[in-house]
């Protein structure tokens, strides 16, 4: 059965820095894999969405990566703004034709002014 | 050109109560699903439709059924709530396969 963790749980950054929020999954046979945000009381918002045959996909500040063989996904945030304080998710497609998505359970961060 | 809606957004239920939650879209996609989210658990799926008049189980299915008799809405329905189903719950819809498009939530308290 198909498992995804995100670690850390809560982040707490100071404005500027270069961040990276990790999810793990546990089996790589994978349609894709996509990040989302989710702002306090609202819905999810997607970030980036990476297929299976692609290493990265990249929007503005931010970079996902992909390696599959290791069960793997990073989120990068470059200069951090606390615009970007939120909760951070990902999720993943077993594979095509399924149409779920198994979500991790998300990663809290908070960017300080 | 709204996306996904949902209503009610807030509701308090008596255990054993009923009542059936709306999803609408105005995006004409074929796959609509329902989520809930938990403190701790992320969200798991309850439902999903890949088109009209179609119905199928997720992750977490007992206790709720749903129907999509039209193609832009997905109604989720409970028929005896129970605190157990105290939770937001999220409706969300796709073209395809990949992006999928929520709504902001509906969240519901079971006494």
């Given amino acids: 059965k198909q498992e995804v963790t995100q670690i850390p749980a809560a982040l707490s950054v100071p404005e500027g820095e270069n961040l990276v929020l990790n999810c793990s999954f546990t089996d790589s046979a994978i349609y894709n894999l996509q990040w989302f945000r989710q702002d306090p009381g609202k819905g999810l918002t997607s970030l980036l969405l ?40 990902c999720a993943v497609t077993p594979q095509s034709g399924t149409y779920k998505y198994i979500f991790g359970t998300g990663t809290r961060l908070k960017v300080l002014a | ?17 009923s009542m059936t939650l709306l999803c609408a879209q105005d995006m004409n996609h074929e796959y609509m699903y329902w989520y809930r989210q938990d403190p701790g658990m992320g969200l798991r799926l309850i439902h999903y439709s890949v088109g009209e008049g179609t119905t199928a189980k997720g992750e977490v299915p007992d206790g709720y059924n749903v129907s999509r008799l039209k193609k832009q809405n997905f109604l989720l329905g409970l028929e005896s709530a129970a605190p157990s189903q105290t939770s937001v719950y999220f409706c969300a819809s796709s073209p395809d396969q990949d992006t999928q498009y929520f709504g902001p939530g509906t969240r519901l308290t079971v006494l």
């Fill in chain 2, 1 to 17: 050109n709204a996306g996904v809606t949902q209503t009610p957004k807030f509701r308090v239920l008596k255990t054993g109560q």
């Fill in chain 1, 50 to 89: 990476i297929q299976s045959s692609q290493r990265e996909q990249t929007s503005g500040r931010l970079n996902a990566s992909l390696d599959k063989s290791s069960g793997r996904s990073t989120l990068y945030i470059a200069a951090s703004q606390p615009g970007d304080s939120a909760t951070y998710l």
